[in-house]
């Protein structure tokens, strides 16, 4: 794709907006739901009860989340095949760039997968199994639970890469004290995120991991 450089700089911060802002957020409280797994079936379902609950709730995630979601996609994708962006040196290092890049290719095709298998799978939508039960049967599968596995960590880099990238040529924090906070904060939330992600897929299957039951 051929862009003018003004244009390639607001669609790459747009991008990097996108990814670390709506859909950050979104993976937050994704994680952070699931997380609640580790108190118990119960507890889960109570969350997912509630949730499911608020009024517009088809609204916002269709407003908040899956379009900011494909945006960040497709801006993704399209400016990865600009001149700029072959030229443009790699932050902080070309190893981030190729762990930036390799995260976002999987996700992309993992986040497919997830919304068919879960959120418009046929139990689901006929509301025939509670969503623990669901998750549940679906994780027995060990490939099932390594590929969700790998996507939690996936998405866990991929986002800290993102926070990273902010004192990058296209970020807001450019100063050497900025960009330390930034790697430092990278780091936090990689830690957390893995943390909480692994912990409640294996809520779902171990018994032993519903530490908060």
């Keep these: 794709m051929n862009v003018p450089d003004p244009t390639y700089r607001a669609l790459r911060r747009l991008q990097l907006l996108t990814g670390v802002v709506?859909?950050?957020?979104?993976?937050?409280?994704?994680?952070?739901?699931?997380?609640?797994?580790?108190?118990?079936r119960e507890a889960y379902q109570a969350t997912v009860e509630g949730l499911a609950r608020l009024p517009w709730l088809h609204a916002v995630?269709?407003?908040?989340?899956?379009?900011?979601?494909?945006?960040?996609?497709?801006?993704?994708?399209?400016?990865?095949?600009?001149?700029?962006?072959?030229?443009?040196?790699?932050?902080?290092?070309?190893?981030?760039?190729?762990?930036?890049?390799?995260?976002?290719?999987y996700l992309s095709v993992y986040v497919v997968f997830h919304v068919w298998s879960v959120r418009l799978?046929?139990?689901?939508?006929?509301?025939?199994?509670?969503?623990?039960?669901?998750?549940?049967?679906?994780?027995?599968?060990?490939?099932?639970?390594?590929?969700?596995?790998?996507?939690?960590?996936?998405?866990a880099a991929h986002f800290s890469s993102g926070v990273l990238a902010l004192g990058g040529p296209h970020g807001f924090a450019r100063q050497p004290a900025?960009?330390?906070?930034?790697?430092?904060?990278?780091?936090?939330?990689?830690?957390?995120?893995?943390?909480?992600g692994l912990s409640g897929l294996l809520a779902f299957v171990w018994p032993a991991a519903r530490w908060l039951s």
């Design 22 to 40: 709506p859909v950050g957020l979104f993976l937050l409280s994704h994680f952070a739901i699931n997380f609640r797994a580790v108190a118990g």
């Design 61 to 105: 995630e269709a407003v908040a989340i899956a379009l900011p979601v494909a945006a960040h996609i497709a801006l993704g994708w399209a400016l990865g095949t600009t001149r700029q962006d072959s030229r443009e040196p790699a932050y902080p290092s070309v190893a981030w760039r190729w762990l930036q890049r390799a995260t976002g290719l």
């Design 121 to 155: 799978s046929p139990a689901r939508l006929a509301n025939r199994h509670p969503l623990f039960d669901l998750m549940a049967a679906q994780l027995a599968h060990p490939a099932v639970l390594a590929l969700q596995g790998v996507a939690v960590l996936a998405a």
């Design 178 to 196: 900025g960009r330390r906070a930034l790697g430092a904060l990278a780091g936090l939330a990689f830690v957390v995120l893995a943390a909480m």
